[in-house]
């Protein structure tokens, strides 16, 4: 695999305000287009790995209208909805990114590997673990914190009750980011958790108004650090 690079959150995002502050990583490190950290607005399209036909659907339609309206798409690189987003956004002739919870440098799941390769070179990977480090459970919620930080939004297709994507949208809405769900989510009364997170600020996202997404969004992100341009 290529050499990859090693920058901060602060020359990806610019000043970091007190809460970004406290839960943005000490480094990240970028296997493939830098430029795509300059380049947005991002959003984040996440979901269940264990994805109901109709979820991976959803999440392949939003992730393409998405690609096709020049946002960048971002997600965690597992099986299930964090697959067909990525692969979505590819075939709509968009970006993605991927977010891991391993080193660039490693591969997981095994299964994802040859998309894995695909995005380190011709878009981009992001970790903030560096070669070497371990791979175990508790790295991907913070995983998911740190996609939260890296994007304008986050939008949730399909989780459970205990999925690692609720742990991201709580993360959203304490980074003070955009988080949008699903209809079909919102209106699931077997979860507890959409009720909460409308509460403290998630929008409900049909999927006949998607430009609640578009409008809501920065309409640039291309004014960050001079070191990602090197």
């Not at 990583?25 to 269940?48: I, W």
């Not at 264990?50 to 959803?58: P, V």
């Not at 997981?108 to 791979?135: A, C, M, W």
Request: proline content about 5%.
């Amino acid at each position: 695999m290529s050499e990859y690079a090693t920058v901060t959150p602060a020359e990806v995002l610019g000043e970091l305000n007190e809460v970004e502050g406290k839960y943005a990583p000490r480094e990240l490190f970028l296997l493939g287009d830098r430029a795509l950290l300059r380049r947005g607005p991002r959003v984040s399209v996440v979901g269940s790995r264990r994805a109901s036909d109709e979820g991976l659907r959803r999440a392949r339609v939003l992730a393409s209208t998405l690609a096709c309206h020049g946002i960048i798409v971002v997600s965690g690189l597992a099986v299930g909805i964090d697959r067909a987003a990525h692969e979505s956004a590819i075939d709509a002739s968009g970006h993605t990114i991927a977010v891991l919870g391993t080193p660039v440098d490693a591969v997981y799941p095994k299964e994802n590997r040859d998309l894995q390769e695909r995005i380190g070179r011709e878009h981009l990977l992001v970790s903030q673990f560096p070669s070497g480090y371990p791979t175990t459970p508790k790295n991907f919620p913070i995983r998911n914190r740190t996609m939260a930080l890296l994007t304008d939004a986050t939008v949730i297709v399909e989780a459970g009750e205990t999925s690692g994507t609720v742990h991201q949208g709580w993360e959203a809405l304490r980074l003070g980011r955009l988080l949008f769900l699903l209809e079909s989510v919102a209106n699931d009364r077997a979860l507890t958790w959409p009720t909460e997170m409308i509460r403290y600020g998630a929008q409900v996202l049909s999927r006949d108004n998607l430009d609640v997404v578009l409008e809501n969004l920065p309409p640039t992100s291309a004014d960050t650090a001079v070191a990602l341009e090197a």
